[in-house]
């Protein structure tokens, strides 16, 4: 019997999250973004990220799954609820 893989289960810490979010923003994939948010705020507790960001659980799954286009504002409420900070460097 073969399991299916969930990265959710290994982002635990700010590093390995730090890591993850840099490694997928320099592949410049906006999916595969919005994909690693979505696993993030999964693995931080989606009913936490909800009540932090005052939008409802399954809007929030559903915003983050595959295939789907959240609103910018959506993205930065829980990017911002999940303690990340995005920089630029010139």
């Known amino acids: 019997m073969t399991t ?3 990265i959710a289960e290994y982002l635990d810490n700010k590093e390995i999250i730090a890591e993850y979010l840099s490694q997928v923003l320099a592949d410049g994939d906006t999916d595969e973004f919005l994909q690693a948010i979505g696993h993030i705020a999964k693995a931080k507790g989606m009913s936490q990220i909800a009540k932090d960001t ?10 983050f799954r595959d295939g789907a286009s959240p609103k910018f504002e959506t993205v930065m409420k ?10 630029t460097t010139t």
């Open 54 to 63: 005052g939008l409802g659980r399954e809007s929030l799954y559903k915003s």
């Open 4 to 6: 299916t893989f969930d």
């Open 78 to 87: 829980v990017i911002h609820s999940l303690g990340v900070q995005l920089r």
